[in-house]
């Protein structure tokens, strides 16, 4: 299985990657996730990528096509994966089209951005794992830990309110473009086009999950 997961800021690509990639037994490649790895371990890429990254804007499509093409030439990717928060810009879409890089399925999540900013207010992240909970929604066992190793939750520095309103202005603007570019590509070229599937985000994490299974079974 290879399939991208396309949403908004918050729409809960993460949260329902886990499911995903779970189910398949394939890994998860969110570029946002490889940079805040970036970020974190001081490299240049990080220390380039962080002063953007909190400001809402997008990283240059060059450096973000390096990094997944990199990624998916490791062993673990030969059996599929999944792309959470890729890609992002038409670009982006384009430089793996261009390359050859089949994909079975794109999955949209659609979230109102009314939802988005108590869902990104509320969460709370394992940087470690990628693993994301909320204060409210989807509450860790213990407040503020990490069900599975135990240790501190942090808050993304991203979340930020006015960043969160620059974000989903970002993703209309740049990515929302790529919802009419897989969706007509599909019904141009069935045969080579990967389906496209919309599934409303909206209701609890465990309705959105068996939304998720429905559209990939079909
Ligand atoms: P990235 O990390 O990709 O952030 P994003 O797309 O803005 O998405 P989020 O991670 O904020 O949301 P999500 O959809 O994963 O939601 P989640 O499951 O966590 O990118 C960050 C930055 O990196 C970008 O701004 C950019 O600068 C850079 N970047 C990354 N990729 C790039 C690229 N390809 N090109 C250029 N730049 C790039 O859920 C959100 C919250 O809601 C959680 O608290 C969760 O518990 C909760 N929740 C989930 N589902 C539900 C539900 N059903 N009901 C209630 N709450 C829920
Ligand atoms: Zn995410």
């Given at each position: 299985m290879r399939l991208i997961l396309l949403g908004?800021?918050?729409?809960?690509k993460g949260t329902q990657a886990t499911f995903i990639c779970q189910k398949y037994g394939i890994p998860q490649i969110s570029t946002g996730d490889m940079l805040r790895a970036a970020v974190k371990a001081g490299t240049p890429l990080g220390l380039a990528a962080k002063k953007v990254m909190d400001s809402g804007a997008l990283v240059s499509d060059d450096i973000i096509i390096g990094l997944v093409r990199e990624r998916i030439a490791q062993p673990d990717c030969a059996r599929g994966f999944l792309f959470d928060g890729f890609p992002r810009t038409i670009p982006q879409a384009e430089a793996m089209r261009n390359a050859g890089v089949q994909l079975d399925y794109v999955l949209e999540i659609d979230v109102p951005p009314s939802a988005i900013i108590e869902r990104m207010s509320g969460r709370r992240s394992h940087p470690a794992s990628g693993r994301t909970y909320h204060v409210k929604f989807n509450p860790p066992?213990?407040?503020?830990?990490?069900?599975?190793?135990g240790e501190p939750l942090v808050q993304r520095e991203d979340d930020k309110e006015e960043t969160v309103i620059k974000r989903l202005q970002v993703y209309a603007d740049q990515t929302r473009p790529l919802v009419d570019y897989y969706s007509a590509w599909a019904k141009s070229d069935p045969a080579n086009a990967p389906r496209y599937r919309a599934i409303s985000g909206t209701g609890t994490v465990e309705e959105i999950t068996a939304r998720v299974m429905e559209a990939l079974a079909s």
């Open positions: 908004a800021p918050g729409a809960g066992k213990t407040p503020g830990v990490d069900d599975v190793t």
